[in-house]
């Protein structure tokens, strides 16, 4: 009796993880096909889960931009080849450096000029 507990509950863990395991999947494109530009051509950021969702409605020009954003989101094409239009439609990048304060700004004293009276 026990063994069919224990077999039942392995059944219903594996049945769990698999569910899981497909709800975290990425999303899919209109034909069903995973919303992955290393799969898949015609994956875009305008389909279902990627970062333009909801946004490209029947502009032509940002499902073209999709094309190229979620390839540069996945590592794939470099954010320089796409046009500014398309890189407009992309979160702004955070500077990676900031220069250190010059050593005469830093070191220079007010001098204070007094008008004649």
Excluded at 34 to 50: I, K, L, S, Y
Aim: hydrophobic share 45%.
């Amino acid at each position: 009796m026990k063994r069919i507990y224990i077999t039942g509950l392995v059944v219903f863990l594996l049945v769990a993880l698999s569910g899981i395991a497909l709800f975290a999947q990425s999303s899919v494109d209109d034909e069903g096909v995973v919303n992955n530009p290393a799969t898949n051509p015609r994956a875009n950021a305008c389909f279902d889960g990627g970062s333009l969702a909801g946004t490209c409605l029947n502009l032509e020009w940002k499902w073209m931009c999709g094309w190229g954003i979620i390839r540069v989101e996945k590592g794939l094409l470099s954010r320089e080849t796409l046009s500014a239009e398309c890189q407009a439609l992309m979160p702004v990048l955070l500077p990676t450096y900031t220069p250190p304060p010059s050593t005469k700004a830093a070191t220079a004293v007010p001098v204070i000029i007094k008008k004649p009276l």
